[in-house]
Nanobody, 126 residues
């Protein structure tokens, strides 16, 4: 099973940018069809942010981050990235990466993903 570790979080002012990384070990991302980024704010459920097809690079985003976040991958480094621009205080959360394990009726269901990383804290001040 793949092990995932996120990095790159921190404290940033509203309007700023951060780039998160998700490094895989044990297995490669190419063993899975997709990987995704999720976030969880205090007292809220984990929610989908973005995902990318590892083989074809196709990507999709939650409406709340579309146009501001960009997901990408580096096959050689077995690492995925989430470039976050124009950050807002409501983006404050712990960000986790995971790989898709199955498909259900909802394409953004966290229950369809596994091998969760421990997360990296992103805090956006107003």
């Amino acid at each position: 099973q793949v092990q995932l570790v996120e990095s790159g979080g921190g404290l940033v002012q509203a309007g700023g940018s951060l780039r998160l990384s998700c490094a895989a070990s044990g297995r490669t991302f190419s063993d899975y069809e997709e990987m995704g980024w999720f976030r969880q704010a205090p007292g809220k459920e984990r929610e989908f942010a973005a995902a990318i097809g590892w083989r074809d690079g196709s990507s999709y985003y939650a409406e709340s981050v579309k146009g501001r976040f960009i997901i990408s991958r580096d096959n050689a480094k077995n690492t995925a990235f989430l470039q976050m621009n124009s950050l807002k205080p409501e983006d404050t959360a712990v960000y986790h990466c995971a790989v898709r394990m199955t498909y259900s009726s909802r394409w953004d269901d966290p229950g369809d993903f596994g091998s969760w990383g421990p997360g990296t804290q992103v805090t956006v001040s107003s």
